[in-house]
């Protein structure tokens, strides 16, 4: 299926940004995967959640091949406000080739199908997850099977991070304040009584609406207040700024990527979207307003 995002990359984008550079500083990809699956899904491929375990395990190796630094989103925000390479336990020659990987949802796929692709490299990872369905033996979200907290606990041993995906999957924007505050402090308090550590990481469920300043300072306040270090969602882009700590953008991956767009999406050659995804925002919320 042709895919205007991919050709406007690659044919457009990317020469664009050889002339006119971004600006300069660290530059930090935040991959965003949900499901590690070869099951088909239908719809335009920008909406699909699923990445075959085949076209993971050949990402991860791009990414050992370009000497990708995988580093956590903790480690992230720091460098972020000092604008320096991260602190790590194994010093390593400074490189601008940072990224965090970051799993959607809590998927039991993440434990069968991409977690030995990560240990081969040693990488970690950072899982957010919705506290009411972990441990649920029912199909969950998108009719899925999740993780258990005795997978929880044995990937935490293994170096995986863990972060909130709230209780309920909600959309939070539709929430009132009582019951906003409810997801974001019990998920935590959850993950850290079944996990056995503290959680400092967010993962804003559905798409965030940026374009309601209002709840954006809200979310922001709500966040810091209930203890998080850092959130973020699903608008597209590479991070640079140390004020987005909190609404952090992420790049999303699924089955239609292949290296091509995986590398260009990688250099920050896909943040253009960025642009029109707000402006549909702000369309489609305009649109809603008027009914």
Known sequence: MFRLDRFLTLHAF???MRVYPQSKGIRIPILMYHSISDEPEKGHPYYWINTSPKLFAEQMQFLHDNKYKVISLEEACSALNSNLQPATRNPQPVTDNLVVLTF?????????????ALQRFGYTATIFLPTAFIGNSKPGLAGKKHLDWGHVRELKQQ????GSHTVNHRQL????????????RESRKTIEEKAGEGVETFCYPYWFPEQDKIFVVRIKELLRNCGYLCGTGTRIGTIHQPGEKMVLKRIPLNSADDLCLFSEKLSGNYDWLQII???YKMFKTRKIDTI
């Open 14 to 16: 990317r020469h664009l």
């Open 104 to 116: 959607d949802d809590g998927y039991l796929d993440f434990y069968t199908d991409a977690f030995p």
């Open 159 to 162: 170096g995986i991070s863990f």
């Open 173 to 184: 924007w539709k929430c009132e304040d009582s019951v906003l505050e409810s997801e974001l």
């Open 277 to 279: 995804q707000r402006a």
